[in-house]
T-cell receptor, first 113, second 113 residues
């Protein structure tokens, strides 16, 4: 049962434009949400997180938005750069699962020059 | 230093072999995790250690045996594996409790022949 869903397997964006990656979750007990970036044959790299008491968190070019009522979060990358091309995983955790991460299936982002 | 190291990078083993995967971190994290990732799938949680004690075992077969000798080290002992166990095995660590990001190692690519 997939509790974290990323419905877009891939996304292509031009360099300099905004990339928007979306994520939905079903478990209302999740209270901490994270985005990871992953290159092939490497471990996921932590990008940015947000707790359920906030609706926005910003770190440089990366901003995560959380809509708790819709059980939806999104990652905005502005401006997008070719080096951002990777697979992005949304993850969620909560106290009822010992704060272990539940991952979505990932979205492959391609930023073209 | 946000580095988690894993050895070996690659491992090929037969179904009758016994081998071990190793993970190390020096960030003072007291929670450590093993995940398994198959191609084009998200990481799946296997085990969680909190303060060197096993706190979560996600119904993993007994041919996988975790061990946490101290707060910096995490091992995964492998015995009598099946070809379908071939995957990328990821170790992660974090501060214990909620609202803490997990830092991942580069993974061990395991092939069972």
């Amino acid at each position: 049962d997939q509790q974290v869903k990323q419905n877009s397997p891939s996304l292509s964006v031009q360099e300099g434009r905004i990339s928007i990656l979306n994520c939905d979750y079903t478990n209302s007990m999740f209270d901490y949400f994270l985005w990871y970036k992953k290159y092939p044959a490497e471990g996921p790299t932590f990008l940015i997180s947000i707790s359920s008491i906030k609706d926005k968190n910003e770190d440089g070019r990366f901003t995560v938005f959380l809509n708790k009522s819709a059980k939806h979060l999104s990652l905005h990358i502005v401006p997008s750069q070719p080096g951002d091309s990777a697979v992005y995983f949304c993850a969620a955790s909560g106290s009822n699962s010992g704060y272990a991460l539940n991952f979505g299936k990932g979205t492959s982002l391609l930023v073209t020059p | 230093d946000t580095e988690v190291t894993q050895t070996p990078k690659h491992l090929v083993m037969g179904m009758t072999n016994k081998k071990s995967l190793k993970c190390e971190q020096h960030m003072g994290h007291r929670a450590m995790y093993w995940y398994k990732q198959k191609a084009k799938k998200p990481p799946e949680l296997m085990f969680v250690y909190s303060y060197e004690k096993l706190s979560i075992n996600e119904s993993v077969p007994s041919r996988f045996s975790p061990e946490c000798p101290n707060s910096s080290l995490l091992n995964l002992h492998l015995h009598a594996l099946q070809p379908e166990d071939s995957a990328l095995y990821l170790c992660a660590s974090s501060l214990p409790g909620g609202f803490n990001e997990q830092y991942f190692g580069p993974g061990t690519r395991l092939t069972v022949t």
